[in-house]
């Protein structure tokens, strides 16, 4: 069976410092550690999966959030830095999870893809959420320690600990 790397909202209005909800110095410090396992996934020939926050302009999220990532704006595009190629998969999604209402699962499940590895931000949120999800798919999820961030390291440890503990994730 295969691997994917998922890439979860490396977008500008998170990891920018103009984007609307910049995660802050952690999350750009996690971009040369992500670049590189992107390569290394490609290298390999595994599906590198760009998951990309893409709300509607009067998202329910925004009851909580200010408005981020509104589809079609700047906030919304993969920053720069990483760059895309015509073989990635992106998927858009609307709430934290990557498998929540996306076409995910079923990606995944015709390449034959059991394991996957996730890097981005914010760990407490997309990617806890994102590992959840996989986890009761059934997917063996390993989260690289050095390529995910959040707001608060506090939270951030938490969310390691959870997904480590809880949801049976290794920690890599």
Excluded at 83 to 90: A, F, G, V, Y
Excluded at 122 to 140: F, P
């Amino acid at each position: 069976m295969g691997k994917a790397l998922l890439v979860i909202d490396m977008l500008n209005d998170f990891v920018d410092e103009k984007g609307s909800l910049y995660v802050g110095e952690g999350a750009r410090k996690v971009i040369p550690f992500i670049k590189q396992k992107i390569e290394e996934f490609r290298k390999e020939a595994c599906p590198v999966v760009f998951v990309c926050d893409s709300h509607e302009k009067d998202d329910r999220e925004f009851e909580m959030f200010p408005p981020h990532c509104i589809s079609g704006s700047w906030g919304s595009e993969v920053i720069s830095e990483l760059e895309l190629k015509k073989e990635d998969k992106i998927v858009k999604k609307r709430r934290y999870s990557a498998f929540y209402g996306t076409d995910l699962d079923l990606y995944l499940r015709e390449r034959g893809i059991n394991e996957l590895f996730l890097v981005g931000v914010c760990t407490n949120i997309c990617v806890l959420y994102t590992a959840k999800d996989a986890r009761e798919r059934g997917y063996s999820v390993k989260i690289y320690k050095d390529g995910v961030a959040s707001f608060d390291k506090s939270v951030h440890e938490f969310a390691l600990q959870e997904m480590k503990n809880t949801l049976g994730c290794e920690l890599i």
